[in-house]
């Protein structure tokens, strides 16, 4: 059975990635790209759907950690007999699918077990399984349809019944490597890798990459272990940036809300793209805008709030009936029907990333301008029609206040790039629309009797998401309706001191069930307090929530404050992404 989603690690190697369990199973890996079909999926299921495990055959103790700041996952485990240390990564900067690990005996003898069970297409495929010699040495070749995965070692596993297992004793001194490598069925078959010789390499350019990382405030740690994670989600070959490397892990156990993140939405990885240059990243700033000018060319009228990694725009929405799901959560889903959803505050975040781009130096293209200027012309054509919202709820469509609120910010950086930038465009037009949509969301998104803003213009609820007005500038944090907003909130939607991102109870979202507190809503409440002022209370949040993470640092879309589980898709960017606003914000707050 899979463990919680809390014991969990992820590597990556900015192709894909693989979820590993405290116990040495990679329960989950998707191969070669982040949403190509998963040949171990026991993550949402059993072993029976797929699994690469190799960790002590009995009892243990373990403790994880990332070498520095690396992705490279080092795990000690400890038994009654002696102690071993497993190394996981997957080599980055090659061009090649490789997933390697490294046994190292410390101390005594361990027994270890080994189990390479591949079953492709999320676990529904069980491979032609083969021996073979390449280049010198025995290998296991799994093959079905388009796929291949080769698996090298020191010593390989033995078939019995559709799975390779082994035991083997490893003591102080042993070392032993294992590596499963992905290719196309009909290629040729690839070299095996200089092991130890790619970890140095993985590990020594992660680590170059983290020591820029110009925030030096006290929540540096949780803030580098952040940026990691989101430069782990962003593919390296095209610089799309996908929400999480799963699908389906529910966010209200045992029910229906479980969907597929693994692609990218334009607002996920335009707030992504905040996080970096906020921090000193400007060369992702270019590689996420050239992918977007790829992903959004065309007809603006048909831009998508999101796009597989490579831009194509299929996600069509599937449910995986062979898969039980993550404990009994169904369906499970692949593709995201949300894909077809308005969200009008989309363009938004994607203007306010791409001025926040240009005011560090990034300099428009001939067609990343007219680009964007293509697309505040279309949406000044429909910014007043009703949405899904960012929350891309299932039931009707709504006027959002939180989707008007970004409508003004896609008004506002386009006028500001004529002003402060000398770009062309309608300005004028532009100008009286955002002052239009200001007055509007003044007079219907907001409760002067209650002194709060709303969730939607036609109903008196609450949304987490309207505390993001004040770090948009569409007014200032100390406003009193931005004040009225903060303690509405807390009044409503605070639970055990977490942020949930709406009441379910209202119907809003069209689904049954419940969820659990918001990660990235409770990190916008810490921006809030710093920005209204209120420091301490900033800090205190902040301080609460970085006891959240698990013990490598990562963090899911939801967390159930009562029984201290994590739910939903994991690691998530927009948990982490929100993190490392909140710290900046407090930083500059506190002076
Ligand atoms: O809960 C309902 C919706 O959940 C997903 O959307 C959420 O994740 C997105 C990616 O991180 C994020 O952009 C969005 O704001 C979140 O609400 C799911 O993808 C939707 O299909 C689903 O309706």
Redesign the pocket.
Known sequence: MPLPIEDYAVVGDTGTAALIGRDGSVDWMCLPRFDSPACFAALLGDESHGRWLLGPAGEFRCERRYVGHSSVLETTYTTDTGRVLVVDAMPINDGRADLVRQVQGVEGTVTMRHEWRVRFDYGRIRPWVHRSELFGAEVINAVAGPDRLILRGSRLPHATDHVHTDEFEVSAGDELFFSTTWVASHHDLPRPLEISGRLTHTQEATEEWADRCEYHGPYREAVLRSLLTLRLLTHGGTGGIV??PTTSLP?DFGGE?N???RFC?L??AALTLEAFLACGYREEARLWRDWLLRAVAGDPADLQVMYQVDGARDLTERELDHLPGYEGSRPVRIG???VRQRQTDVLGEVMAALHHARMLGLEESDDSWALQRALVDELAEHWDEPDHG?????GPTRHFTHSRVMVWVAFDRAVRAVEENGLPGEVDRWRDLRDKVHAEVLAQGYDGERGTFTQAYDTAALDAALLVIPAVGFLDGDDPRVLGTIRAVEEDLVEHGLLLRYRTETGV?G?GGD?HPFLACSFWLVSAYALAGRVDDARALMDRLLEIPNDVGLLP?EYDPVSGRFAGNFP???SHLALVSAAIKLERAAG
């Open positions: 929400a999480a966010e809300r969907w597929d993140y939405w607002r996920d995201n029907g949300a960012l929350w891309e709820v299932r979202d689904l969820e879309e998530q960017a927009f």
